[in-house]
Structures are given as C-alpha cells and as structure tokens.
C-alpha cells in the first residue's frame, strides 16, 4: 500500500511538472510579440490587477522573485516605456510602479492575450472538475503552510 502510494505522489508531481511547463509555454507567444521576458510579463499581469499602482516590495512578493530581481526588471520596463515610477511624498524610500499611460493599450493587449490562454488550458474541465480541481489545490496549499 505504501508503495502505491509512493507512485501515485511522483504521478502527481510528473503531471504537476508537466502543467508548469506548459504554463510557461504559454507566455512564449508573449514573449515573441512583445520583447519581453517571461518575469517581465508576471510583473505587468501583476500590475493589471493594481492599477493605482503597487510598491516593488509587493511586486516581489506577488512574483515569488526578490525585491532586487523586481528592480532590474522594473528598470527594463522603464527603459521600454511599459511602467513609470512613482515616489511616496511621506517616504523617499518608496515608490510605486504603474503602468505609464501610453502603454495602457499594449498592456491591455497582454493581459487580454494571456487570460485567453490561461482559460484555454482550462478548456477541457467542466465546472465539476474545476471545484474539484480548487479545492484539492487549496488542500495541498494549506497542508504546505
């Protein structure tokens, strides 16, 4: 019995594995249209759903990625005109990064583009399958906290 399941856990994590690369397939399309790398694209998806702005610090936590690594990358969106810094008034310490206004329409397109292909991965599952699918991931989640 432990054995089974020994094998049915490294299924698990072949498939898990497998999913992961065809999520960071999906940024490819992206990647080729807009010049951008796939950490770039995470930072500017992230910003879609904080368009008053966010702190680097926040952008390193929501991409898994050290505030460091979120600066460089930052600096590159910069250089490219895709977001804009703005500094605290009560903290020179602190700025916030936004998506510069006359890339509102490129970002608009990105956002678009990979929402269609996340939903697309997706396609397969019924809504019975994806509540499963949730409720097994939060699961795993919780127990790994």
Request: charged residues 25%.
């Amino acid at each position: 019995m432990e054995n089974q399941r020994i094998q049915l856990i490294k299924n698990v994590l072949g498939q898990l594995d497998l999913l992961q690369q065809d999520l960071h397939k999906m940024h490819e399309p992206l990647t080729k249209k807009y010049g951008l790398g796939v950490s770039q694209i995470r930072i500017l998806l992230s910003l879609s759903k904080n368009p008053e702005g966010i702190t680097t610090k926040q952008l390193a936590k929501n991409a898994h990625i050290t505030a460091g690594a979120v600066t460089q990358l930052i600096d590159h969106l910069v250089e490219k005109k895709l977001v804009i810094r703005i500094e605290d008034n009560a903290d020179r310490r602190i700025s916030y990064i936004k998506v510069a206004p006359n890339a509102k329409k490129q970002f608009l397109q990105i956002s678009n583009l990979h929402k269609k292909n996340i939903f697309q991965l997706f396609d397969d599952l019924n809504d019975n399958e994806l509540r499963s699918l949730s409720t097994i991931v939060n699961k795993i989640k919780t127990t790994e906290e």
